[in-house]
């Protein structure tokens, strides 16, 4: 009896070891500036055959840094569906320090892309404020995992000219 009890244990405690060893990646990713992608599996699921289907995502780029406003200064990013599965998008939104500061074109929600498809996402600077700055996370849900995947944004505003003449020196020609 205690053998078996001790079988049990162990078995119970391998499980929990692999079902909690999948590394879970930070809002941010490690840090790693070096590489420009981001990607991640769900825990698969059983086809026939023994075979494993699992969708995945791939996001490129990891950041976006703005330095214009509008969506004349818009940036695109990519999705690609990377797992054996189709990739189901769900919504896109910012959240963060300023998320009303930065709009999408929303072209990549509500989407299932089937194995290696891809869709771009144009994402731009619109602060409340001309010349303000500010930052957010750009999310997409989607059905790879638990978590959503993270796109860091910031922008720098630029001031806009003023129509307002110079004025011009008070000095008496000579």
């Not at 990377?82 to 509500?110: M, R, S, V, Y």
């Amino acid at each position: 009896m205690a053998i078996a009890a001790a079988l049990i244990a162990a078995a119970a405690t391998i499980t929990g070891a692999l079902i909690t060893s999948r590394q879970v990646p930070l809002p941010w990713g490690s840090g790693d500036t070096g590489s420009s992608e981001t990607q991640r599996e769900t825990v698969p699921e059983r086809i026939g055959g023994g075979q494993k289907k699992a969708a995945g995502i791939a996001v490129t780029p990891k950041s976006l840094t703005f330095s214009c406003e509008g969506d004349s200064c818009a940036q695109e990013v990519r999705v690609l569906s990377t797992g054996t599965a189709t990739l189901k998008i769900a919504g896109i939104e910012f959240e963060g320090d300023n998320p009303g500061d930065f709009q999408h074109d929303n072209a990549c929600a509500d989407q299932a892309l089937d194995v290696d498809d891809e869709c771009t996402l144009r994402v731009w600077f619109a602060p409340a404020s001309t010349g303000a700055s500010g930052s957010a996370t750009l999310v997409i849900h989607q059905n790879v995992g638990r978590y959503p995947t993270y796109v860091k944004v910031s922008g720098e505003g630029t001031q806009q000219p003023t129509d307002e003449p110079t004025p011009e020196s008070s000095e008496p020609a000579e």
